[in-house]
């Protein structure tokens, strides 16, 4: 964390000062779930400059009103972080409070996937993921729900596609910020996962390459959001009937397996 002193006039026409200290976080890991929700509403233009100090900083918001647009721009900059999406592997929003109207979970907590994804399985991640792409494509609630449905279980709940379609339409009724929040959350576990398995998990340069601007195609990349699908389909092929046997394992056996896989395929090649 990074202590800040604001000084300020309490009152504005006395030639008076006063400060007072607060703290802005510098990194994702140092962001706290309220935190998260505020800058959910900064990416949406649903907050202002002084809201947004205030919940960052813990200072009231009637101190940084005081403030000139120069000295509130330059402590912004101190949480310039928050505009890129650097990897991060932990839930920040670890628990969701269920409305009342949630089946079979009346005044039940939500709760998230531990670090670095441990305990989900690759069937929970194929669909959490597929919903998270739908949801960047189409912007549908809808979508939004289904991922975090997918995500957020109770406890020592085991995942079954049955929880998304039991819940998706309750998890709707809490606040779409908080919602948005995870999805941003989801973003920085996608940049963790990419350094944690960079073979399967390539950056779109990586795949397409960086033209020159005079040379690069205007038209819009397409994403296919049954990829996971496919992936999965080429595990299992026409074992059918150990299908649960692969959903069901944990995402990181997984992507360990899928990472040894392609050494092994390119050093045949070699």
């Given at each position: 964390?990074?202590?800040?002193?604001?000084?300020?006039?309490?009152?504005?026409?006395?030639?008076?000062?006063?400060?007072?200290?607060?703290?802005?976080?510098?990194?994702?890991?140092?962001?706290?779930?309220?935190?998260?929700?505020?800058?959910?509403?900064?990416?949406?233009?649903?907050?202002?400059?002084?809201?947004?100090?205030?919940?960052?900083?813990?200072?009231?918001?009637?101190?940084?009103?005081?403030?000139?647009?120069?000295?509130?721009?330059?402590?912004?900059?101190?949480?310039?972080?928050?505009?890129?999406?650097?990897?991060?592997?932990?839930?920040?929003?670890?628990?969701?409070?269920?409305?009342?109207?949630?089946?079979?979970?009346?005044?039940?907590?939500?709760?998230?996937?531990?670090?670095?994804?441990?305990?989900?399985?690759?069937?929970?991640?194929?669909?959490?993921?597929?919903?998270?792409?739908?949801?960047?494509?189409?912007?549908k609630e809808e979508d939004?729900?289904?991922?975090?449905?997918?995500?957020?279980?109770?406890?020592?709940?085991?995942?079954?596609?049955?929880?998304?379609?039991?819940?998706?339409?309750?998890?709707?009724?809490?606040?779409?910020?908080?919602?948005?929040?995870?999805?941003?959350?989801?973003?920085?576990?996608?940049?963790?996962?990419?350094?944690?398995?960079?073979?399967?998990?390539?950056?779109?340069?990586?795949?397409?390459?960086?033209?020159?601007?005079?040379?690069?195609?205007?038209?819009?990349?397409?994403?296919?959001?049954?990829?996971?699908?496919?992936?999965?389909?080429?595990?299992?092929?026409?074992?059918i009937l150990h299908n649960?046997?692969?959903?069901?394992?944990?995402?990181?056996?997984?992507?360990?397996?899928?990472?040894?896989?392609?050494?092994?395929?390119?050093?045949?090649?070699?």
């Open positions: 964390m990074k202590s800040i002193t604001v000084k300020y006039r309490p009152i504005t026409f006395l030639p008076l000062y006063r400060t007072v200290t607060g703290a802005f976080p510098e990194n994702w890991g140092e962001i706290s779930a309220k935190q998260l929700i505020a800058i959910a509403r900064l990416y949406k233009n649903h907050t202002t400059d002084v809201e947004f100090l205030s919940a960052m900083s813990g200072i009231g918001k009637h101190i940084f009103n005081r403030c000139d647009d120069y000295e509130r721009f330059k402590l912004m900059e101190y949480l310039e972080f928050v505009g890129d999406h650097k990897a991060y592997h932990e839930f920040i929003i670890s628990e969701l409070h269920a409305p009342h109207s949630m089946p079979q979970a009346p005044c039940s907590t939500l709760h998230a996937p531990s670090p670095k994804l441990k305990g989900i399985t690759f069937g929970q991640f194929i669909f959490a993921d597929t919903y998270f792409s739908n949801y960047q494509d189409s912007q939004l729900n289904k991922f975090i449905a997918a995500l957020y279980l109770l406890k020592d709940e085991k995942f079954d596609e049955q929880c998304i379609q039991k819940r998706h339409a309750a998890v709707g009724k809490i606040d779409r910020t908080t919602r948005e929040a995870i999805a941003i959350n989801w973003q920085l576990i996608h940049e963790w996962l990419s350094l944690a398995y960079p073979l399967i998990f390539q950056k779109r340069e990586e795949l397409t390459g960086n033209p020159e601007p005079e040379t690069r195609n205007p038209e819009p990349v397409t994403r296919d959001s049954s990829v996971w699908i496919k992936i999965f389909q080429n595990f299992v092929g026409d074992d649960d046997d692969w959903a069901n394992q944990p995402i990181n056996t997984i992507f360990t397996y899928m990472t040894r896989k392609y050494k092994e395929n390119a050093r045949r090649k070699n």
